[in-house]
């Protein structure tokens, strides 16, 4: 469970987004350009953080921080101490599923 609520994080990735932006002195228009994003999108998401998946990601490639991303929301990988840990693991592979609810 996070202490953030998802407006609150909408709002801290757009004020990142934007403290990128005027590091690299561009403007909402210059960044709209290479991003191929709207500027009128551009502006939404700077003021109130709502952006579509598809233009944060735009936004990202040009500014920055898109392989950050994706390595961050990988899965943990497992810490082994000894190789009886690994072949432990190798034989508790099975096939993972979501639950229904």
């Given amino acids: 469970m996070s202490l953030v609520s998802s407006t609150k994080a ?5 004020n990142a987004v934007r403290e990128r932006r005027l590091f690299m002195e561009l403007t909402q228009e210059g960044l709209a350009i290479r991003s191929g994003v709207a500027l009128p999108t551009l502006r ?12 944060f990601l735009k936004l990202l490639c040009v500014v920055g921080g898109l392989e950050e991303l994706i390595t961050v929301l990988q899965p943990p990988k497992p810490n082994f101490s000894s190789i009886d ?3 432990k693991e190798d ?3 099975s096939r993972k599923r979501g639950h229904k609810k």
């Avoid at 003021?47 to 233009?55: A, D, V």
């Fill in 85 to 87: 840990d690994v072949l």
């Fill in 91 to 93: 034989s508790n592979i």
């Fill in 10 to 14: 909408q709002q801290k990735l757009a």
């Fill in 44 to 55: 939404k998401f700077e003021q109130k953080g709502i952006i579509s998946l598809e233009g």
